[in-house]
């Protein structure tokens, strides 16, 4: 079984920053590919970042590249996204996801096992 947990979401004006945690039990997330997702009131999740379990590759949405970084901490088994340059359209519930069969296919959301309970992300204009 594994348990993720996210952490760091609030509120923010645009143009500011917040960076999230993913704190992962159960598995050691460096082992793992793990993604970021966001869901907007009536909208589907949507991909937002992911990181690779070999190379650490990183992955992101046309959206939020050049804005967001992903992260991982193996000391810690924690994911991190960093955002900068927030705005409005940001706003959202953000999951984080790990993926304990390797699928590849980071941006779908069936490729991913276990997920978090989400942190609200508000930034107003």
């Known amino acids: 079984q594994v348990q993720l947990v996210e952490s760091g979401g609030g509120l923010v004006q645009a143009g500011g920053s917040l960076k999230l945690s993913c704190g992962a039990s159960?598995?050691?997330?460096?082992?793992?590919?793990m993604g970021w997702f966001r869901q907007a009131p009536g909208k589907e999740r949507e991909f937002v970042a992911a990181i690779s379990w070999s190379a650490g590759t990183t992955y992101y949405a046309e959206s939020v590249k050049g804005r967001f970084t992903i992260s991982r901490t193996n000391a810690k088994n924690t994911v991190f996204l960093q955002m900068n340059s927030l705005n409005p359209d940001d706003t959202a519930v953000y999951y984080c996801?790990?993926?304990?069969?390797?699928?590849?296919?980071?941006?779908?959301?069936?490729?991913?096992?276990?997920w978090g309970q989400g942190t609200q992300v508000t930034v107003s204009s």
């Open positions: 159960g598995r050691t997330v460096s082992n793992y590919a």
């Open positions: 996801a790990i993926q304990i069969y390797p699928r590849g296919g980071y941006s779908y959301t069936t490729t991913y096992d276990y």
